[in-house]
């Protein structure tokens, strides 16, 4: 592959042929959809979060597919300053199709996820220098839970899109940047693959910059490779310029820099990373050990084989030879520290690589070589293709029990809760505000919290969806607040009466949902206390009380 660094150089009749290539990324695609497919079992609603996002795509759309100034999500008058790309395919989706906006937000992220193995593949290739190294890295990635688990939740339906769109970013800009005979029609597909990508998400236009940042040491011509890139990021600001001119005439910069500083630290991403359990595989973690063993080799090693084209495909060491083995565990750390908050995905992009390296350092006698068919492979090696299918199988069973993890977000509202927020938008007053006592120490996972205001159009005192557009003291706030009113729990209802002055909140009914929250193994009930002493406080009443929720009337 031309412009490939390899740390095990495969010759190219060894690499994989096109048979080897098409059963490889089958292989990584089934086991992507049965991953990615098996938290939807049982459930006919988006997984976890994606209240805040349908909303605003309804806005858009009674808008008609023009930018509101601000979104009805929650009653808050919250700037429309996300970035519009997913809102627009929904709603095209929406409008031209007949498909509805929640199973668009159920069903649109799985497809973006799986098309991103595909990319992971494309990107390997390119960076290892092999399409085996390509197909081992789609099939680690495609297996790590936290490539996709806030890919395919409601919400996944921007980061989904957005991550798609950098990796497919990152493959032109390798290449534009290691092989000389790509000019500048491939810097112009990196302009506008990367503003499409800055459209979509803008953690992940942060990704795509950064990482380009990371591959420059390693460009063929330093000069035309600067030049290009800069080009490249012309075009993708002119891409961009098309959403955030608007957004600055009306909101001017204040609503992006807010959403900006609502990340999480840099010391909190480096406090993960050498946790080593940023995977959130919680069994069965052979892809992080491969890693490990794939960045001990890059350190200790120092040096790769490089293939240059050209007729003699000669090694050309150039300037940065020496320390062209680290540039993944750079990347790797890169991410974390600049952000942790969504660098558990992006991160695990050059994971999947490192440990591709390490596999193709130890051997690659176990992998089907040049035009050899694969099953012809497997007949031929039947103990490695066994080991390897038992490897494979444990690493899907071990999928599915890190996403029955009460934290994970890959459960979804049961539909007796959701008929019970039907209930609080149809028998409730118009300008009603109700706390959500749900228990969730996360706000992320609290899906009840978040999907409440765009169910049942009331507003709910304690969500924090939406405040990191308004400004960083009603951000701390909301989060504060949050967690407060999530601590009444396990405390009497009282407590909810305490918390509204607290924090200055008009509640008039307080939402106590029933069944399991975060999946088959939390609790059947999560908060009893509030739910059994109403009669603690004087004049409230209940209103509702069926299999979701309990709906409590303050007085």
């Known amino acids: 592959m031309a412009g490939g660094v390899t740390i095990a150089k495969i010759p190219a009749d060894q690499d994989a042929g096109p048979a080897a290539v098409q059963f490889g990324l089958a292989l990584a695609l089934v086991c992507a959809a049965i991953v990615r497919f098996v938290p939807f079992v049982g459930t006919d609603f988006p997984l976890n979060d994606g209240g805040l996002f349908a909303t605003m795509i309804q806005d858009l759309v009674n808008n008609r597919l023009l930018l509101p100034a601000s979104t009805t999500y929650n009653g808050l008058d919250i700037p429309f300053a996300y970035p519009p790309l997913a809102f ?19 069903g649109l992220p799985v497809v973006l996820s799986l098309a991103t193995v595909v990319a992971v593949y494309w990107l390997g290739q390119g960076i290892i220098g ?8 789609s099939l680690a990635f495609a297996l790590l839970p936290s490539s996709y688990q806030w890919m395919i939740t409601g919400g996944g339906i921007t980061r989904a899109l957005a991550f798609l769109l950098a990796i497919v970013a990152l493959g032109i800009g390798w290449r534009l940047l290691r092989s000389p005979e790509h000019r500048w029609w491939t810097a112009v597909m ?9 459209l979509a998400h803008p953690q992940a236009a942060v990704f795509l910059a950064t990482s380009l940042l990371v591959f420059l040491p390693w460009a063929a011509n330093w000069r035309h ?12 600001l002119a891409v961009l310029a098309t959403w955030l001119v608007p957004v600055f005439a009306v909101h001017g910069a204040q609503p992006l820099i807010s959403a900006i500083r609502s990340g999480n630290p840099g010391s909190e991403g480096l406090a993960q990373l050498f946790s080593l359990r940023f995977t959130d595989l919680i069994i069965f973690d052979l892809i992080t050990i491969a890693a490990v063993v794939g960045l001990i080799l890059a350190v200790r090693k120092r040096e790769v084989h490089e293939q240059h084209p050209g007729p003699d495909r000669r090694r050309q060491p ?34 999947s690589l490192l440990a591709t390296t390490a596999l193709l350092a130890l051997s690659t006698a ?11 492979h497997i007949r031929g090696h039947p103990l490695g293709a066994t080991f390897m299918l038992a490897v494979i199988v444990g690493l899907v069973f071990a999928n599915y029990f890190s996403g029955l993890r009460q934290t994970s977000p890959l459960h979804a509202m049961s539909s007796e809760q959701r008929q019970a927020i039907v209930w ?5 007053p118009g300008d009603a505000v109700l706390a959500v006592v749900t228990g969730s120490n996360d706000w992320e996972i609290d899906a009840v919290s978040e999907w409440l205001p765009a169910i049942a159009n009331r507003r709910s005192a304690g969500t924090v969806q939406g405040y990191e557009w308004l400004g960083d003291a009603a951000w701390q706030r909301q989060l504060d607040a949050h ?17 509204a002055d607290e924090f200055d909140f008009a509640v008039t009914h307080v939402f106590i949902p029933k069944g399991a929250l975060h999946g088959p193994l939390s609790d059947a009930d999560c908060c009893p206390a509030p739910r059994h002493s109403v009669e603690l406080v004087d004049g409230a009443r209940v209103v509702y009380d069926g299999p979701g929720a309990t709906v409590i009337e303050l007085p």
């Open 483 to 499: 967690a407060s009113l999530q601590a009444c729990a396990s405390d009497v209802l009282p407590c909810v009466l305490a918390w």
């Open 424 to 428: 609080a938008g149809e028998r409730t």
């Open 190 to 198: 990196l302009g506008l693959v990367g503003g499409l990508c800055a």
């Open 130 to 137: 092999s399409r085996t190294g390509g197909i081992l890295a």
């Open 225 to 236: 490779a600067v030049t290009r890139v800069a080009v490249s990021g012309v075009i993708g």
């Open 88 to 106: 627009y395919v929904a709603a095209l989706a929406n409008q031209a199709f007949g498909f509805e906006i929640l199973d668009v937000l159920r």
């Open 366 to 376: 176990w992998l089907p070589a040049g035009d050899t068919p694969p099953f012809a």
């Open 318 to 351: 150039g300037p940065f030879h020496r320390r062209r083995a680290l540039m993944l565990p750079i990347w790797l750390v890169v991410i974390w520290v600049l952000d942790s908050r969504a660098g558990f995905a992006f991160a695990m992009v050059p994971l």
